[in-house]
């Protein structure tokens, strides 16, 4: 059973489209993340919710939208597709109280605009 | 200066050598502290916290934290070639609690 899912697990689009990947968590966990994976492999933040609200929100262009349905969900909307997009996104879940900050990640998404 | 700095690298080291692995952070007042690996085309997992200074084992692996130096080391002891991936040093910076702070890695290879 996994723990962190997203889909889907390659995207490859023009620029200018939209596209949505999706994020489900079967851990019990309070908080999910999406970060950044970049072609050096650097790995960032972009946004973090606790239980369905927005508690880390970087300095991410308006074209990237999070949306969190419930606390086992977040997925994330991207309008405008630039090449600078390109990357690997993933999701990540952490408890809260103990173990808090202990993130587990999904496989990824890699993403690539054309 | 970036808030986590790690040598890119390669290290390589041969099989049954201890690998020693660097981190350096920016802010001092940080307090919780994180290893992770990532193989190639694959997800983070994490091997290590730290929350302390000093040392904390755990199996081959041994982390440690000297918050003065603003420094936190892993080491691998008889290095495998399966150990050969990507280590991240992840740090939690002051006054932001969730928010997992990265460098950028350090490539390890183990060679037979």
Redesign the interface.
Known sequence: DTAVSQTPKYLVTQMGNDKSIKCEQNLGHD?M?WYKQDS??????MF?Y?NKEL??NETVPNRFSPKSPDKAHLNLHINSLELGDSAVY?CAS?PTGSG?????????SRLTVL | QKEVEQNSGPLSVPEGAIASLNCTYSDRGSQSFFWYRQYSGKSPELIMSIYSNGDKEDGRFTAQLNKASQYVSLLIRDSQPSDSATYLCAVIPTGTASKLTFGTGTRLQVTL
């Open positions: 908080t993340y050096k492999k650097f790995l960032k933040i973090s606790n508690i880390i993933f952490s808090a900050n202990v993130l587990t990640f999904g496989a990824g």
